[in-house]
């Protein structure tokens, strides 16, 4: 069984994941430039840095809708 920050962390990826396929889209019209940036940056990161920025990045993408 799943603790409950493991299942808050599972929801964030999954989520998360949906939200690149979103870049991605827009990304395709751009020259793909955003993509390797993002990519590049984010591999720098803990993973716990990797956690707190998917969080503020959907956080930010909600509050847009």
Avoid: P, R, W
Avoid at 13 to 26: D, P, R, W
Wanted: with cysteine; net charge negative.
């Amino acid at each position: 069984m799943m603790s409950g920050g493991e299942d808050l962390e599972e929801l964030v990826n999954g989520m998360f994941n949906v939200y690149l396929e979103l870049i991605k889209q827009e990304d395709e019209e751009q020259g793909e430039k955003i993509e390797q940036v993002f990519i590049s940056m984010f591999n720098l990161m803990s993973e716990k840095e990797q956690i707190k920025c998917k969080k503020e990045a959907l956080i930010k993408f909600l509050q847009e809708l």
